[in-house]
């Protein structure tokens, strides 16, 4: 019970120092139209389906906290009668639930995502600028039943007395609007470069279960619970390694606010059938932080395997979480699936 009251306590207070944040995936190559925009038809194929699920804090919560994503994106040619080219547009749909079971809390969010790619290079095809933009609406809803205050502490047995507070409607929504811009460089039997950058949240929407305190007949709240404009650059590389191995070294870079993270590591591609098809992938990641008050700090270390047969890849991943929650979540951290 100790352990349960620290966390959420927690939670609480640096909910309320750090305003609003994003959730996060370490998987995010496996989440791309969460990652950016431009990403969208940012492939070789048709069509391309992605679900991504992240649990934390399984061993120490009856209810861990849940993260959930799932996308759909297509990749259109752009030929036209007059003149051949190699351009192409991508179009997205992606859904993101993000849950606190333990007091029934949820933001849910669906966005719309499209992307223009300009080839570079008509010859090879293998060279593609990007620029996407991404159109959604968010909902955040919290179930009143699942909390308790002081107040209705009848004295012996439970909080069973009436509240006196006065609490705010208990679901609303909100728009979001995030651009984002993407070069790729993939010729076949060579080195490969992927680099891009994005900026989400750009009307930096009030994300407040409270209503405007201009409002007469609002609920006054006095303080500030912006999303915040959040900043995010990535970059990788595939490098081959012979005929059967390839290296594939990433990092991702993101700042909101006062904060900023990092993830940094590579997943190395083994192929382990006779004709390509399937192959085993292994992975180690870092996740350097900077919190509030200027520090740096390593957040987390991570293990990832995968299994690639033919075009379905299946990835899990594992947090180490290293940060001063340690006491508490007995060094548990989040698990992955994508």
Excluded: C
Aim: charged share 15%; hydrophobic share 40%.
């Amino acid at each position: 019970m100790k352990q349960f009251l620290l966390i959420i306590v927690t939670f609480l207070i640096t909910t309320n120092v750090i305003l609003a944040q994003d959730q996060h995936f370490t998987q995010f190559y496996a989440a791309p139209l969460t990652l950016n925009p431009a990403l969208a038809g940012a492939f070789d194929g048709k069509y391309r389906l992605s679900v991504i699920y992240r649990d934390q804090w399984r061993n120490v919560l009856d209810n861990p906290y849940v993260t959930f994503g799932g996308a759909m994106d297509l990749r259109f040619a752009m030929n036209s009668r007059r003149k051949r080219t190699y351009d192409a547009f991508g179009a997205g749909v992606q859904f993101f639930s993000d849950r606190v079971p333990s007091v029934d809390f949820a933001t849910n969010q669906l966005m719309l995502s499209g992307a223009y790619h300009k080839a570079l290079n008509k010859k090879t095809r293998d060279q593609f600028l990007s620029l996407g933009f991404q159109l959604g609406l968010a909902q955040r809803n919290i179930n009143y039943e699942r909390i308790n205050f002081g107040d209705q502490f009848n004295g012996t047995d439970g909080y069973t007395e009436p509240t006196g507070e006065v609490l705010p409607e208990n679901n609303f929504s909100y728009s979001d609007i995030s651009v984002g811009l993407n070069y790729s460089y993939a010729p076949k039997k060579s080195v490969g470069v992927f680099i891009g950058g994005a900026i989400h949240h750009i009307t930096e929407p009030q994300i407040s279960f409270f209503i405007d305190k201009n409002d007469q007949d609002a609920v006054e709240f006095n303080g500030n619970n912006k999303l915040l404009r959040k900043y995010t650059g990535h970059f990788a590389l595939q490098i081959p390694i012979g005929a059967r191995t390839q290296l594939s070294p990433r990092a991702l870079v993101y700042a909101q606010g006062p904060h900023m993270a990092a993830n940094v590591g590579s997943n190395i591609r083994f192929v382990v059938s006779e004709l390509g098809s399937t192959a085993m992938h292994i992975g180690g990641w870092a996740r350097p932080v900077k919190n509030q008050d200027s520090s740096f700090a390593v957040d987390a270390a991570v293990i990832m395997l995968g299994l690639e047969v033919n075009n379905f890849l299946i990835g899990f991943s594992y947090d180490a979480n290293l940060n001063y929650l340690n006491n508490v979540n007995k060094r548990q951290g989040a698990f992955e699936i994508s």
